[in-house]
């Protein structure tokens, strides 16, 4: 909100609506009572019915710091704590965060920040005590666990901070986590060569169990779009735009406890994008949608036998680890697909900024650190994947995979 006049106090932000696929997302800024703001997102069928369901989820809003006047000094981490998620998890169901962040940071307070902090008084938290913990757990573990750990923390001093009960975030200031001192290092993600790519599939292709549970088609769609795994198994039919080669990354699926699989609107902002498909893959899905007989295209590309959205742990563990384990291709996962889809494009001469777009990063140098061995619409991507026009599985083969 920086460089504008900042809302009053329980004041709402004017209601933006773009087109997202066939639906419409609205978004607007509204500031709580205790001076935060909430970024809230909805969808609907047409623009009236997105920025109403925008002004619903406002009304049913839990203040970040309802129960701040309970939160002293003196009160117990752990009391802190369950506030703090409770209003999170409040917040989560009305679609301004993600429930798979709720489910993360209740299970890293619960096992990791809870039995050092939970029994300490709020004031006794202070930076020293913050920092051996995040320290001892980035030895114990690892880099990502020791900032989860620190994140965790940070929000729950934050709400102790919105309540009056401290003047500072005891976070601030702790020392750096740094990978080097971690007991276990973040394995760098490899990336298939061409000739790999094309014997991967050769070997799909001639593998009876893999045609049976359509792996042949899930693999050749993670390696022409470069998703995610939640949102490839959350594209839906209408995101397919023939004509125009591409698809819209519109939403991704997570496993959230107690619901089962939901779908959202993506990672970030920069998550909702349009992919350019090579034609192979264009012929692929347009060959697939004439075989299942598609008439309803807000229903998954890929579903379950019961034509739901599948579930990747079951697809992962019954499906794609017995595959790689036949075909001699043990350490190729879903993530190395999308590697290889960014270090393709690389090779190709696209620019860290094309890939970033294509991938969903918001930060070019996440690409670059990780991916590599805005918003620019180039079809160069669609071609440097041409190449893989001969392998595309010929005939008919069935089309479900098993949950």
């Known amino acids: 909100m920086a460089g504008r006049l900042p809302l009053p106090l329980g004041g709402t932000g004017e209601i933006s609506v773009k087109k997202v696929g066939t639906s419409w997302s609205a978004r607007a800024w509204h500031r709580r009572e205790d001076g935060t703001y909430a970024d809230v997102r909805r969808r609907g069928r047409t623009k009236e019915l997105a920025k109403q369901a925008v002004r619903d989820a406002i009304k049913n809003l839990a203040p970040s710091a309802a129960a701040g006047a309970q939160v002293t000094a003196m009160s117990l981490v752990d009391e802190v704590a369950q506030l703090w998620l409770a209003g999170f998890r409040a917040d989560a169901e009305n679609g301004i965060y993600s429930l798979g962040s709720v489910d993360t940071y209740s299970d890293t307070y619960r096992?990791?920040?809870?039995?050092?902090?939970?029994?300490?008084?709020?004031?006794?938290?202070?930076?020293?005590?913050?920092?051996?913990?995040?320290?001892?757990?980035?030895?114990e573990h690892s880099v990502s666990l020791a900032k989860h750990v620190k994140a965790v923390i940070s929000h729950i001093m934050t709400f102790a901070m919105q309540a009056e009960a401290i003047d500072r975030n005891p976070v601030h200031g702790i020392a750096p986590l740094t990978e080097r001192k971690a007991k276990t290092k973040r394995k760098k993600a490899r990336a298939l060569t061409r000739d790999q790519v094309v014997d991967l599939l050769s070997k799909l292709d001639a593998d009876e169990e893999a045609r049976r549970r359509d792996l042949p088609d899930l693999v050749r769609f993670f390696i022409a779009t470069g998703e995610r795994r939640g949102e490839a198994l959350g594209?839906?039919?209408?995101?397919?735009?023939?004509?125009?080669?591409?698809?819209?990354?519109?939403?991704?699926?997570?496993?959230?406890?107690?619901?089962?699989?939901?779908?959202?609107?993506?990672?970030?902002?920069?998550?909702?994008?349009?992919?350019?498909?090579?034609?192979?893959?264009?012929?692929m899905l347009l060959e697939r949608m004439a075989r299942l007989g598609v008439t309803d295209l807000s229903k998954p590309v890929f579903t379950n036998t019961r034509g739901g959205y599948l579930n990747f742990a079951n697809v992962t563990n019954r499906v794609w680890v017995p595959f790689r384990t036949r075909a001699g291709y043990e350490w190729v996962t879903f993530h190395t697909l999308r590697k290889t889809f960014a270090t393709l494009l690389d090779?190709?001469?696209?620019?860290?900024?094309?890939?970033a777009d294509l991938l969903g990063h918001s930060q070019v140098s996440m690409t670059q650190d990780n991916y590599f061995g805005r918003g620019q619409e180039s079809r160069a991507g669609a071609e440097a994947l041409a190449f893989l026009e001969d392998f595309q599985e010929p005939g008919e083969r069935p089309r479900k995979v098993g949950n």
């Open 347 to 355: 090779e190709a001469g696209l620019t860290a900024r094309q890939v």
């Open 235 to 283: 594209a839906h039919w209408e995101d397919f735009d023939p004509e125009a080669k591409k698809l819209r990354m519109s939403g991704n699926i997570i496993q959230a406890r107690g619901k089962g699989i939901v779908r959202n609107d993506g990672k970030s902002e920069s998550s909702a994008r349009d992919i350019a498909l090579p034609d192979w893959c264009v012929q």
């Open 111 to 139: 096992n990791h920040v809870k039995p050092a902090l939970g029994r300490l008084r709020v004031f006794e938290v202070t930076t020293p005590v913050v920092d051996r913990l995040c320290q001892a757990k980035l030895k």
